[in-house]
C-alpha cells in the first residue's frame, strides 16, 4: 500500500514537471519558424513509432470494438487539442496560458458528470469558484486585462479550444484504459495521434520539404526533449487515470501553473510574476477543493 502511494506521487510529480517543461519546447520550436501542424504531428509520430518496437510484447487478443471507437475519438481530439494548444503558445506567453489551464479541471468535472457519473458537491463548485476569481489576477496580467476583449484575442481563443478538446479527451483516455491497459492506451493514444495530426497535416497543405529543412541541429534537439517530455507526461497521465477519477487528476495537475509561470519568467523573461502567481495559487485552492469533493 505504501509503496503504491510512493509511485502515484512520482508520477504525479513526473506530471507536474514534464508537462511545463514540453510547453517550453514546444513554443521555442514554433518561435524559431517552425509551423504548430509539424511540431505537433513529429511528436505523435516519433512516439508513435517507438511504440511499435514494444506493442508486439502485448496481448491484443482481448481487445474489443469499443477499444478502436474510443481510440479514434480519444486521438481525433488529441490532435486538435494539442495542435491549438500550440499555436497558442506560439503566440502568448507561457506564464498566462498556463494558469488557464486551469479551467480544464471545470470542464472534466461536467464532462465526467454526465459520462463517468463523477458527482461534484458543494466544495467542487466552491473550487469552480476559486478557479474563475483566481483567473482574473492571472488574466489582468495581460494588455486587455480581464475583459471581453482579452477572449477576442487568437491565443487566449485557442488555448479555451485546446482546453477544451483535451479536457474531453482526457474522459476518453479513462474510457480506453478501462477497456484495455494504461500501456495499450499510451499506443493507441501515440498512434491514432499521429493519424490525426497527419490529416490535419495535409489539410492544411503544409509543405514537409520545407518543414523538415526548418529543423536545424538546434531543433531537432528541442523536438527530441518535447518528445521525451510529452511522453512522460501523457503515460504518466494514463497510469494516474487508472487509479483514481478524472477530476481529481486534472485538479492534482494544476500545480503545474506554478512551474509554467516559473519557466515563462526564467526563459521567456515573462513579467507581472507575482501577480500571476497570486492568482495560480488562488486557482490551485480550487482545484484542492474539487479534489475534496
Not at 494514463?238 to 509561470?261: C, D, K, T
Amino acid at each position: 500500500m505504501y509503496s503504491n502511494t510512493l509511485i502515484l506521487l512520482l508520477a504525479v510529480l513526473l506530471r507536474i514537471v514534464a508537462n511545463p517543461l514540453a510547453n517550453v519546447f514546444q513554443k521555442k520550436l514554433t518561435v524559431s519558424g517552425v509551423s504548430a501542424l509539424m511540431v505537433n504531428f513529429l511528436t505523435y509520430f516519433i512516439l508513435g513509432a517507438a511504440c511499435l518496437i514494444f506493442s508486439l510484447r502485448l496481448d491484443w487478443h482481448t481487445i474489443n470494438a469499443e477499444y478502436y471507437v474510443y481510440s479514434v475519438i480519444m486521438g481525433l481530439l488529441g490532435a486538435l487539442g494539442n495542435l491549438y494548444l500550440v499555436k497558442a503558445l506560439q503566440m502568448g506567453d507561457l506564464s498566462v496560458l498556463g494558469p488557464i489551464n486551469a479551467y480544464k479541471a471545470v470542464i472534466s468535472m461536467l464532462i465526467g458528470l454526465f459520462v463517468l457519473n463523477e458527482i461534484p458537491s458543494v466544495l467542487g463548485l466552491a473550487g469552480v469558484g476559486l478557479i474563475i476569481a483566481g483567473s482574473y489576477f492571472v488574466l489582468n496580467t495581460t494588455e486587455d486585462g480581464f475583459s471581453w476583449a482579452l477572449f477576442k484575442r487568437k491565443e487566449i481563443q485557442y488555448r479555451i479550444w485546446a482546453m477544451i478538446l483535451t479536457a474531453t479527451e482526457a474522459i476518453f483516455v479513462k474510457k480506453v484504459i478501462l477497456v484495455s491497459s494504461v500501456t495499450q492506451a499510451f499506443f493507441s493514444w501515440c498512434w491514432f495521434g499521429a493519424l490525426f495530426s497527419f490529416v490535419l497535416l495535409l489539410f492544411n497543405k503544409i509543405p514537409l520539404k520545407a518543414e523538415m529543412q526548418k529543423l536545424n541541429p538546434r531543433a531537432v534537439t528541442y523536438i527530441w526533449l518535447l518528445v521525451c517530455c510529452i511522453g512522460i507526461a501523457q503515460f504518466s497521465t494514463g497510469f494516474i487515470f487508472g487509479r483514481m477519477p478524472v477530476g481529481y487528476a486534472l485538479s492534482l495537475f494544476q500545480l503545474s501553473v506554478l512551474v509554467n509561470i516559473f519557466l515563462g519568467y526564467r526563459i521567456f523573461k515573462e513579467e507581472d510574476i507575482l501577480k500571476k502567481l497570486i492568482g495560480a495559487i488562488i486557482m490551485i485552492a480550487g482545484s484542492v477543493l474539487i479534489i475534496l469533493f
